[in-house]
């Protein structure tokens, strides 16, 4: 186990390293590089030359691969060119926003997923299952961003069911501890902080959860199919086991061995998805981050530290799901 | 006894006799005949070919040009209204005075070409570095999967907005080629694979214990047996082409061309801005990439039942 996991960590490091010197060259291969991105076409000679030389731009290559591989490791990621910041402590404010948005779509993706999948592989070729099918297609086919824009123009605009955007209503005076609102207002017994927070979380989720939440149905589905197909099913029924006993431990805890896998690789669909989710809702996460770093003037410190922390997060997700499975499955002992 | 031999050799002559005739039936007219049986891939071909008719005859079908601005539809424009539904445009007006059937038409023709020209392109290259692994094995192998994984290390639409983001500027083809490049990962993966199953499987080692030439083995006998599963995820591929290129303008990564007349543009840019006035301008084209993705979904699932040698009969 100790081995399987040092040596998969040291495979995460290497293609981590690989992913950021693919950035870091590919910044510098630009037609006139990042000076030249930053400042327009209208800065003068001066500016031009003094921000190279802030940057570090006039020493050789070499010297500024090792400056930057030095900087990385060291998790220093130099200033935000908007803001003047430092990256981390940018990065630091919003990840709790998106922390806090993604576990809260994960938990509508599994939450619901799992028992629509469940139901519509038991009802397989009725209603309840073509219904389920088609809406699932549906849901992988449709832009989020769009469906974010019709939620909330129903439930925000027509109907004032929920709040439009952001993430607290202003004026609500909330203390900080972990920075997932939710989650401080239980702690600080603020409960009214915290069903405010909730109340501004439900269509961002929703929103945010729509294609995991499509995935884990069709894979529930046909993975429950697969296993009450089997013989073991047919023997626990054959022998006389309680309808219950064999749903719960036989099909259900075969059957979800393949969504497991499948929730890791939704992490990436989640990342995806909060960017786009962010920008629709005004949410102030990663994810506005990246909107905001990428529009007009690029800010590439910030942009280079979130690719590193999106694959730190989807690489290490996927690690932790791998391993799982030996706890889960007897038959994989790594 | 003799009876017994005689409905023998019955038999033998009747199963020769057919094998003589059908010759077995071919891989592709197997296939083609049990696609032709599967609902699902009928109901997304037909959505498809709806779709392709109307993007290729745009200019006959269109009313306009879908880059005229109409003097009767700019003049009724303003900051909170545009012009719905008149006589001449059944549509009413997009935010420029433009007639919005025609843009909506054209945009078929524009959503398509990026959809097809992403994906080939994504295809082919993946194709290439996964055929190359595959066939040559050994340190090759182990680059080129290093660098997959490299690529892979990234969600998908996180790694097209790094690409067009860290690109200079933004055009078309930056659109096309970023959405490409994400795809080329996983076709790379999935002919390596289906290669590398191949190489110990009794058809290649006969042709290898015949003295057959590499290269024509890998041309002739493992490329086309890898085919339906590259085909079925270039099918797949397509719909979420045309989702990533429509969230790319969403986040201002998009064309910066204000003609370009393409469903993902319009939505992303137009339809999202001015939502609260003209919510058309977002539901048409949102619906129009709904159908064209499910089309493409639909046809792949089908595709992907109906070609697996499972259910070959």
């Known amino acids: 186990m100790l081995k399987v996991v040092s040596r998969r960590l040291i495979q995460l490091f290497i293609t981590l390293l690989a992913l950021m010197t693919l950035i870091f060259f590919w910044l510098r291969s630009l037609p006139g590089g990042p000076v030249d991105a930053l400042l327009g076409e209208r800065a003068t000679p001066e500016t031009r030359e003094r921000l190279i030389r802030a940057l570090g731009y006039d020493e050789p290559i070499w010297v500024q691969y090792g400056h930057f591989l030095k900087n990385v490791v060291t998790g220093n990621f130099g200033n935000s060119i908007r803001t003047g910041e430092p990256v981390m402590d940018v990065i630091g404010r919003s990840f709790p926003a998106t922390v806090e948005l993604a576990v809260a779509a994960m938990i509508i993706a599994i939450g619901l997923g799992v028992p629509l999948g469940y139901l519509a592989a038991r009802h397989r070729g009725r209603a309840l299952d073509n219904a389920t099918i088609i809406l699932t297609l549906v849901g992988i086919s449709i832009p989020i961003f769009f469906l974010g824009y019709l939620l909330k123009d129903w439930l925000t605009q027509s109907v004032h069911v929920f709040p439009p955007s952001g993430r607290i209503s202003t004026g609500m005076d909330n203390t900080d501890v972990t920075g997932l609102f939710v989650l401080d207002g239980l702690l600080t017994r603020e409960f009214d902080a915290s069903a405010d927070a909730l109340w501004h979380l439900v269509l961002p989720a929703f929103t945010l959860a729509t294609i995991p939440l499509a995935i884990i149905i069709r894979i529930t589905r046909a993975s429950v199919l697969d296993v009450l197909d089997a013989d073991y099913i047919r023997t626990a029924e054959a022998k006389g086991l309680r309808n219950p006993t064999v749903r719960k431990r036989h099909v259900l805890r075969n059957a979800l061995l393949p969504v497991v896998t499948i929730i890791g690789l939704q992490t990436g669909a989640l990342l995806a998805g909060a960017v786009l989710t962010e920008k629709v809702y005004n949410w102030g996460g990663l994810g506005t981050l990246i909107t905001d770093s990428i529009s007009g003037s690029r800010d590439y410190p910030v942009l280079q530290a979130l690719i590193l922390l999106a694959a730190v997060v989807f690489i290490v997700v996927n690690l932790v799901v791998d391993l799982s499975y030996a706890v889960i499955d007897p038959r994989v002992r790594v | ?282 539901y048409f084209p949102a619906l129009a990439i709904i159908l064209v993705a499910l089309g493409f979904t639909l046809l792949g699932e089908g595709m992907r039942e109906a070609l697996d040698p499972k259910n070959r009969r």
């Open chain 2, 1 to 282: 006894m003799n009876k017994l031999a005689e409905h023998k050799r019955q038999r033998i002559d009747e199963l020769t006799a057919r094998t003589a005739e059908g010759g077995g039936v071919s891989l592709f007219r197997d296939a083609g005949r049990r696609l032709l049986r599967n609902p699902t891939a009928i109901v997304g071909a037909t959505i498809i070919l709806l779709f392709l008719v109307i993007a290729i005859f745009a200019p006959l079908v269109a009313p306009h040009d879908p880059v005229q601005r109409f003097p009767e539809l700019t003049k009724d424009l303003t900051v909170d209204t545009i012009p719905g539904p008149t006589a001449g445009h059944p549509f009413g007006s997009d935010p420029l005075g433009r007639d919005f059937m025609s843009r909506m038409i054209y945009g078929a023709r524009q959503t398509m070409f990026v959809g097809v020209l992403a994906t080939t392109i994504g295809l082919l290259l993946g194709v290439l570095l996964g055929g190359v692994a595959g066939a040559a094995g050994g340190w090759i192998d182990v680059v080129i999967m290093r660098f997959t994984d490299v690529m892979l290390a990234l969600p998908s639409l996180l790694l097209a907005i790094t690409l067009v983001a860290l690109a200079s500027q933004s055009t078309q083809w930056t659109v096309i080629m970023a959405v490409a490049i994400v795809n080329v990962p996983i076709f790379a993966r999935l002919l390596r694979g289906s290669m590398l199953a191949q190489r110990e499987s009794d058809h290649v080692l006969a042709a290898r214990a015949l003295g057959v030439k590499r290269r024509h083995i890998v041309t002739r006998h493992m490329l086309p047996n890898s085919l339906t599963a590259v085909i079925v995820q270039a099918t797949l591929t397509f719909a979420v082409a045309i989702l990533d290129a429509a969230a790319l303008s969403f986040l201002g990564l998009g064309d910066p061309d204000i003609n370009r007349a393409e469903w993902g543009l319009m939505l992303g840019v137009d339809g999202v801005r001015y939502f609260e006035v003209r919510p058309e301008l977002a």
